[in-house]
């Protein structure tokens, strides 16, 4: 799999924090605005998601992870709030997410 730079990306190794890099970039190309936070537990609230994006009158909510990464239970609890609200959909991603990733961002 190529990156949007045209380099190879090996799934199952890639950071955490470049997968968030690359899925940030391309949000941000397809003209989404982007919230994040570098540790949620220290500036906000355990368990936010990675990524908060809006784009006319849309709101995404994305947790990444890694491909074995763990979704904590503070995160389940916080991502079941925020599916409550009628306007946002929370997605958990990963690298092998990327197609599906591509397709909410459209």
């Known amino acids: 799999m190529e990156n949007l730079f045209g380099k190879e990306i090996n799934r199952d190794v890639e ?14 190309l397809r003209g989404w605005k982007i919230y994040s936070v570098p540790d949620s537990r220290r500036v906000t609230l355990a368990g936010w998601p990675d990524l908060t994006m809006f784009r006319n009158g849309q709101l995404i909510f994305a947790e990444l992870k890694r491909e074995k990464g763990r979704v904590s239970p503070a995160q389940k609890i ?3 709030e ?7 959909k929370v997605y958990l991603w990963r690298p092998s997410n990327w197609d599906d990733i591509v397709l909410a961002l459209k």
């Open 82 to 88: 925020l599916a409550l609200i009628p306007c946002a």
């Open 78 to 80: 916080i991502m079941a």
């Open 15 to 28: 950071l955490e924090a470049d997968f968030q890099d690359r899925v940030a970039t391309h949000a941000r």
